[in-house]
């Protein structure tokens, strides 16, 4: 357990990620959302009242140390564990600890749980006692979406907060305090780093304060030494820059955004759109082959028959990829795509298929009708089966009109409706004079 809020190791490299951490609220970049005058949280931390919460946001947004501060303005005991390393024999010691320092000076406790999203459904229910009897109060940090990742009994004893990515704005301004503080930043290096560059490592940030100052500081140990300045410059940032990816975390939240911003960007029909969410996870190391197979996805559900093409284009794509490797294969996946989100839109060979699924699971098993049963064998034929089947390829237009394919509760049912767009309304003409054939059949028959 750390119970000592903001002790500085004596010696010892600390990354200036953690040297620069806030000290006051006032210190403490983003959330205004949060904590700005009037808001839920901010009035609560004004008040020193706590509450236990879980903190869902993305890396670097400043989870722990919104933690560490609310503990400091509550004169709150602060214990921390990380979901990652830690298991119920460590829940039971911060038990025991919250409890001893509640004897001995009356004081909550705030239990952070990193990462709490790792932890098991046991795991997470063993804080809920404690939770209930206030024996600390309890804060989760995640990544991840807690309506997913969280039991639902620790769910509705906290309340969840969202934290949002730093915007560009509040980045600089760490970025200006991190060069000019003398005692926790690199102000004693006397460093000079140009606005494009700067704009370099803000955009390569991607709102995420800690990878910001670690960048900077890899930054600083490479900078060129001129006279007593150290200058940061494009040569330095290349070699910075050049391993460090913007945040994509396959599995998680973001990646799940971004493909979500995807797929409805082609349904849209915005090709500049499915470029740009494409690129976005090309760039920051998304498996192309995955983009491949969720536009296999697109193709059927979202295009269907109004350009079946389009499904063709997509398996070419894939080929093109396994054939010929990246360079020319995220080339044809960027040509699927466009072609995808230009393509006549139809769901509804999806929506007929949903509505079939329906019909098999909630309706009886009905069994075949005698006239579509298959007939190999004499004991089969004299049981009827084939029975009075019309082959298509022998009747005018090969349509046998009036005759029915489903059973007989169920003939009148009509699962697909074509819409009028592309292909699909050319289809779409066709079944209509189909159907009036089968209704002349119809009126024809019962004469």
């Excluded at 903190?55 to 609310?70: F, I, Q």
């Excluded at 995807?262 to 498996?287: I, T």
Aim: glycine share 6%; with cysteine.
């Amino acid at each position: 357990m750390i119970n000592d809020l903001f002790a500085q190791q004596s010696r010892g490299y600390q990354p200036l990620a953690d040297r620069m951490r806030p000290q006051t609220l006032d210190q403490y970049a983003g959330q205004s959302h949060l904590l700005a005058e009037g808001k839920s949280l901010g009035r609560a931390l004004q008040q020193g009242l706590l509450h236990s919460m879980i903190l869902w946001g993305p890396p670097g947004v400043g989870k722990t140390t919104l933690a560490r501060l609310m503990s400091h303005v509550s004169d709150a005991h602060f214990m921390t564990m990380s979901a990652v390393m830690s298991g119920v024999k460590d829940i039971r010691s911060a038990v025991e600890e919250a409890k001893q320092v509640r004897a001995q000076s009356d004081r909550d406790s705030v239990l952070f749980v990193d990462e709490v999203h790792r932890f098991n459904k046991s795991q997470q229910d063993a804080f809920l006692p404690y939770i209930e009897d206030g024996t600390f109060i309890f804060v989760g940090a995640t990544t991840e979406n807690p309506a997913f990742e969280l039991n639902n009994a620790l769910m509705s004893r906290s309340r969840v907060y969202i934290l949002k990515s730093l915007s560009e704005t509040e980045l600089a301004q760490l970025l200006k305090q991190a060069l000019a503080d003398e005692e926790r930043g690199l102000g004693k290096l006397n460093i000079s780093i140009e606005e494009p560059q700067q704009r370099l490592l803000l955009q390569a940030a991607d709102g995420d304060a800690r990878r910001l100052l670690n960048l900077l500081e890899i930054a600083s140990d490479l900078a060129e030494t001129s006279g007593a300045v150290q200058i940061i410059d494009n040569t330095v940032l290349e070699q910075v820059l050049q391993t460090s990816p913007k945040r994509f975390d396959k599995g998680g939240d973001i990646f799940y955004d971004q493909i979500s911003a995807f797929h409805k960007s082609v349904r849209g029909s915005d090709p500049s759109g499915a470029l740009y969410w494409l690129a976005r996870m090309f760039d920051a190391g998304c498996d192309p082959l995955y983009i491949a197979r969720r536009l296999l996805a697109i193709a059927s559900e979202d295009i269907g028959n109004a350009d079946p093409r389009a499904l063709q284009v997509a398996v070419n794509a894939w080929q093109v990829f396994e054939r010929v490797g990246s360079a020319e294969g995220n080339r044809a996946i960027a040509h699927a795509a466009v072609y995808c989100a230009c393509a006549a839109k139809s769901n509804a060979v999806d929506t007929a298929f949903k509505a079939a699924m329906k019909l098999a699971r909630e309706e009886p098993g009905y069994e075949v009708p005698n006239h579509l049963r298959n007939a190999p064998t004499q004991l089969a034929k004299s049981m009827g089966h084939g029975d009075d089947y019309r082959y298509a390829h022998l009747e005018p237009m090969a349509f046998a009109a009036g005759e029915s394919y489903l059973p007989e509760p169920l003939a009148h049912h009509v699962l697909y409706q074509p819409s009028d767009r592309g292909l699909e309304g050319k289809i779409g003409e066709k079944l209509e004079k189909l159907a009036q054939l089968n209704q002349i059949s119809d009126q024809q028959r019962y004469k």
